[in-house]
């Protein structure tokens, strides 16, 4: 193993800080460095994380956006896509279903769409909690008003996830036409303030993205000292301006998950459905360098099919039982345990009370 490497790797086990050139010497990995890598993320992740594996159903109830992403298959301008919009009540029948498969919390996700106003969203949020007994609720709902989040944080919504994409501000804006990278990172920051807890995150593999770029991602994650971290390969869309792209390899989204995990000790980090959909191992390979979180995704069969941000997503016709099933059967397999409860950020010392306390003060 080369010696920089082995430095770099020290240094990363012990303080969980690196410069962006020994990120960089990480992310290099090959062969017998790549396994090292992954052994010290699985060491990182057992010792601040224990071995629980956490749950979050996934209910993805629209696929409209208003947004026009180069990368992505719910971009506007795909007229292929047959849209569809699931109402409330469908939304609290699929939450109830994750509940009595014992998945307590669960993350509400759409595209852009703001047919779902703040007041709408707000009051799924309140009967989640109230009615269905959902323990905690992400929401991943793109960029919307400073407004609209602390509406839906005094609903009762404890996470909200908003990946950064890409660090570089130049690709951003060329992958994500009519929006800016300054006003995501806006956002993020309003996330923080009003007590959510955050999720960030981006895409490996994107065209234009290099190993500088990836260290740059995982420096943002540290630096906005997020709670979740989704990491998952780019996956190129047949009906999107980067079909002919490579997308992303299992080997170099791996590297950046070990790599996130040694910086960000205490982050959630899914083993995600994008890394299932490129390799047959990917989950249970994202669990093994770093990853603690699985989200199933327990949107109704009908309507699955139709959430294609990329194609061939793992499971997608799945039965919500069998899917979760086999989850629970891979965490076995690994001497793993479902995590109970909400399984909240163990840095996070928000809460509702903290939130009301600051309440005060913020607004
Ligand atoms: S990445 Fe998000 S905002 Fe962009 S087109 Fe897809 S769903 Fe819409």
Not at 97 to 126: F, W
Not at 131 to 143: F, Q, Y
Not at 282 to 299: E, K
Request: charged content about 25%.
């Amino acid at each position: 193993m080369r010696k920089e490497f082995c430095e770099a790797l020290a240094k990363a086990q012990k303080n969980h800080d690196l410069s962006r050139e020994e990120i960089i010497v990480l992310l290099e990995a090959e062969g017998e460095e790549l396994e090292a890598l992954g052994r010290a993320a699985d060491e990182v992740r057992e010792k601040y994380l224990g071995r629980e594996v956490h749950l979050r159903g996934i209910i993805e109830f629209s696929n409209h956006c208003r947004q026009n992403c180069l990368y992505c298959g719910l971009r506007r301008d795909n007229k292929h896509l047959r849209r569809y919009r699931m109402s409330p009540e469908e939304i609290l029948a699929a939450a109830r279903k994750a509940v009595e498969l014992g998945l307590p919390t669960v993350v509400l996700q759409s595209g852009e769409d703001p047919y779902y106003s703040a007041p709408v969203v707000a009051e799924i949020i309140r009967r989640l909690k109230e009615e269905v007994g959902v323990k905690a609720i992400t929401l991943s709902l793109g960029e919307r008003s400073r407004e609209d989040y602390r509406l839906w944080r005094q609903a009762g919504a404890d996470r909200y996830l908003l990946k950064h994409e890409t660090a570089n501000r130049e690709l951003f804006a060329c992958l994500r036409p009519g929006t800016s990278w300054e006003n995501r990172l806006r956002c993020l920051l309003w996330l923080k303030e009003l007590g959510y807890q955050v999720g960030s995150g981006n895409m490996v593999g994107l065209p234009g993205q290099d190993l500088e770029t990836l260290a740059e991602d995982i420096l943002l994650l540290k630096e906005l000292d997020v709670e979740m971290a989704g990491i998952g390969p780019f996956i190129p869309h047949p009906q999107t301006p980067l079909a002919g792209e490579a997308g992303g390899s299992l080997d170099l989204t791996l590297k950046t998950l070990a790599v996130t995990r040694l910086l960000l000790p205490l982050a959630h980090l899914p083993a995600t459905t994008a890394l299932g959909t490129i390799h047959p191992q990917g989950r249970r390979l994202g669990l093994c360098y770093g990853g603690n979180v699985i989200m199933p995704d327990i949107t109704p069969l009908p309507y699955r099919r139709h959430y294609q941000i990329y194609p061939g997503k793992a499971g997608v016709d799945q039965e919500i039982e069998t899917n979760v099933a086999s989850i629970r059967d891979l965490i076995a397999s690994l001497g793993r345990s479902i995590g109970r409860g909400p399984g909240h950020s163990p840095k996070w010392r928000g809460g509702v009370e903290l939130y009301e306390m600051r309440a005060g003060q913020l607004y």
